[in-house]
């Protein structure tokens, strides 16, 4: 039987955060991790131990103090910024707390600029973008601006958003966070849902035991490091 492919490595990570005046913070001190191609993967923890800078480090918006983080085989810390940039935009799907859709443009145009960015047909990204939004249930929502949108829905935006390059990896940070519970708990099915059918790697920060419990892999952080890393659906 062939050996699932990794998609994540992550070796002897580190973040130092230097602030003029002040002492160091240190957040991250020797991280060490493997993801696999398709898994659902949630990183929990209390506020304030990491998970979200390692989730921007995982998506390259930061840079690591120290360590490797190779997606698909690539040392993307070896990469220009310019070349980082691109590699991001083509690799890597983001959906955050607050969506950031831009509010001038409507839910079709918010989701095709990822693809504008990768310099795609515009044509194909158009087609790309209208089927994603059909896939989290927003058909009817296409010319609609984000103000003409419900919370829930802004964020079924930024879904699709982040699926528009067709990612290798699709990573959220407290998605659901300014959500009611109900459209949360919609907002989780969605994501594991597309997961599962867009075959992609999803990596999800959160505080919520219950939905970490949900994931192929639960990763603690406490203090900076790896506590515990279980597959609950196994236990």
Excluded: C
């Excluded at 209390?46 to 190779?70: E, F, N, W």
């Excluded at 919609?186 to 219950?210: C, M």
């Amino acid at each position: 039987m062939t050996a699932e492919k990794n998609i994540l490595e992550i070796d002897d990570l580190y973040k130092t955060y230097h602030i003029e005046g002040a002492q160091d913070v240190r957040v991250l001190k020797g991280i060490h991790l493997e993801l696999k191609v398709g898994e659902i993967v949630t990183i929990y923890g209390p506020s304030g131990v990491g998970k979200s800078t390692l989730l921007h480090i995982i998506g390259a918006l930061d840079r690591p103090t120290k360590g490797k983080v190779k997606i698909d085989s690539k040392n993307i810390f070896s990469l220009t910024d310019t070349r980082l940039a691109m590699f991001r935009n083509r690799t890597i799907g983001f959906v955050f707390q607050f969506h950031h859709l831009l509010p001038e443009f409507s839910a079709l145009e918010n989701v095709m600029i990822p693809g504008m960015i990768a310099r795609q047909n515009r044509e194909e990204v158009k087609k790309q973008a209208i089927d994603l939004l059909k896939s989290v249930g927003l058909a009817a929502r296409l010319d609609h601006r984000p103000r003409e949108l419900s919370g829930g829905e802004q964020q079924r935006v930024a879904v699709a958003r982040a699926l528009v390059n067709n990612p290798k990896l699709l990573l959220a940070d407290e998605p659901s966070g300014n959500l009611d519970m109900r459209t949360a708990d919609a907002l989780h099915e969605l994501l594991w849902s597309l997961s599962r059918d867009f075959k992609k790697t999803l990596v999800i920060v959160t505080h919520n035991p219950d939905l970490a419990t949900h994931s192929d892999r639960v990763i603690e952080l406490l203090d900076g490091k790896v506590k515990s890393d279980i597959k609950p659906k196994l236990a």
